[in-house]
């Protein structure tokens, strides 16, 4: 039962480091609007929650209602037989994020060659801070709902 | 933890736009800086800004780190030249040589930089109440 809280606030606290992430790559889109031949950048967010949850062992279920609580102890991951081998375990919540990064395609380049369009940048920023907020509050309810369950049922 | 890096990142580019928004500023001030040889003239000045980019995976896009100002390149435009012999600068033909500075161009690049400005100012202040609120994770 606490594994699968705690496996919530988890899923909760990736979801919040890719938001802080993003904020992040629009940030250097939105600074960088008068650079020439800067190309803006962005990542797939969908794909790369699904990757680090994936990796984690988090990811929900076929309904999508609740994370899944892992099944396989962490023990049991594939079997690393060469020294360039990458443990399939161990990586936990630890994904390099700037493996995600692509440019964006179908912009209109500047005279500069620079690809930000600053309007849309500006939006998704605003998403993406709803968003990061959407994630904190979805932290704090795993958190308190963590505490309720700690508690003796009064409150 | 990436919101700090968001602070840096801001706060270079708005440290670039002050300095081109002070580039339009010389250029306007000196608009009527009269000379008397075509050579001593005021040349109009630009800012070129280069992001200093984050290391890439093989493969994938980078994002910038910082905004930096690359170099202050001053544009070799013909001076304007004008018959006026009673100016104090004006050579033995009467001519006096003003920099070609283009105030309408200047205004725009004045309005692009401050508008630049105040979206990563905007783009400081939410990451500060963003950071915020991240600090009261589990308070309530």
Known sequence: ?155 | MSLFNSFQLAGSAMQAQTQRLNTVASNLANVETAASKPEDVYKPRKVIFEAAMEKATAGKAAMAQSVDVKQVTTQNVEPRKLYDPKHPMADEQGFVYMPNVSAVEEMVDMMSASRSYQSNAEVMNTAKSLMLKTLTIGQN
């Open chain 1, 1 to 155: 039962m606490l594994n699968k809280i705690t496996d919530s606030i988890q899923f909760s606290a990736e979801t919040l480091k890719l938001r802080a992430h993003r904020q992040e790559v629009i940030t250097s889109n939105i600074a960088n609007v008068d650079t020439p031949n800067y190309k803006a950048v962005d990542f797939n967010f969908k794909s790369a929650l699904h990757s680090v949850a994936s990796k984690a062992g988090l990811m929900p279920n076929a309904s999508g209602s609740a994370p899944l609580a892992t099944t396989t102890p962490a023990s049991q991951g594939l079997a690393t037989t060469h020294a360039g081998h990458i443990s399939s375990t161990g990586a936990r919540g630890s994904m390099s994020t700037s493996a995600l990064l692509e440019y964006r395609r179908n912009v209109n380049p500047a005279m500069d060659n620079n690809t930000v369009d600053l309007e849309k940048e500006r939006a998704a920023f605003a998403e993406n801070t709803i968003k990061y907020q959407a994630a904190i509050r979805a932290l704090n309810d795993d958190v308190s709902g963590l505490k309720t369950a700690m508690g003796n049922g009064q409150g």
